[in-house]
């Protein structure tokens, strides 16, 4: 069966410091990936999606970025952080190929907060 | 642009007291209607994807329908572990859509013993 990991699960950081959040997927190959953030009283939203290796599309844009190394390893960084980069974020994955019509899977999240 | 509204944003219930939540969603061609449980501090679960108008999927004591322009999802019983937040999103047809899932707010869900 496939799992989905994140890490770290909660962080605190400064303004102006840089970020660096990862997720693995394990139990599938060349799966989709996605980067959502979650802030208090609003719904997900998406800010990275990867269909393979190096292939990155960002639909909004922001402090943030999204690289992706290894065939199940997407990160999302930042190089300096701002007060409103505070959130929920969740990564999920969904089957390879298919346009992207499967169901996307959430990991655990990670919880920052900016200070 | 997408939209989806859920209703009600919260909504109490005694253990044993059927109710629905709606989803209500503005799509240029639906692909996929999504519905997810999420639990405080975690990643959403998911439970239903539907397709096309008429569609209906059932999960222990959650049912959920589609219409052209909303969807329901039905709570037989609730037991005080169903309470959560449930999330609606929807998937557009259309290139440069495919892979976008457009999320409500939620609906948080309490079922007292």
């Known amino acids: 069966s496939q799992t989905i990991h994140q890490w770290p699960a909660t962080l605190v950081q400064p303004v102006g410091s840089p970020l660096s959040l990862e997720c693995t997927v394990e139990?599938?190959?060349?799966?989709?990936l996605y980067w959502y953030r979650q802030a208090a009283g609003r719904g997900l939203q998406l800010l990275f999606y990867?269909?393979?290796?190096?292939?990155i599309s960002s639909e909004v844009p922001q402090n943030l970025s999204a690289s992706r190394p290894q065939d199940r390893q997407f990160i999302l960084s930042s190089k300096k952080l701002l007060l409103s980069d505070s959130g929920f974020y969740l990564c999920?994955?969904?089957?390879?190929?298919?346009?992207?019509?499967?169901?996307?899977?959430f990991g655990p999240g990670t919880r920052l907060t900016v200070l | 642009e997408d939209q989806v509204t859920q209703s009600p944003e919260a909504l109490r219930l005694q253990e044993g007291e059927s109710s629905s939540l709606n989803c209500s969603y503005t799509?240029?061609?639906?692909?996929?209607l999504f519905w997810y449980r999420q639990d405080p501090g975690k990643g959403p679960e998911f439970l239903f994807t539907?397709?096309?108008a008429g569609e209906e999927k059932e999960k222990e004591r959650l049912k959920a329908t589609l219409t052209k322009k909303e969807s329901f999802l039905h709570i037989t019983a609730p037991k005080p572990e169903d309470s959560a937040t449930y999330l609606c999103?929807?998937?557009?047809?259309?290139?440069?859509?495919?892979?976008?899932?457009?999320f409500g707010k939620g609906t948080l869900l309490t079922v007292n013993p």
């Open positions: 999920a994955w969904s089957a390879p190929g298919r346009g992207g019509t499967d169901t996307q899977y």
């Open positions: 139990g599938t190959s060349n799966p989709n």
């Open positions: 990867s269909v393979g290796i190096g292939q």
């Open positions: 799509v240029s061609g639906l692909r996929g």
């Open positions: 539907l397709y096309s």
């Open positions: 999103a929807v998937q557009a047809r259309g290139s440069g859509s495919n892979y976008k899932l457009t």
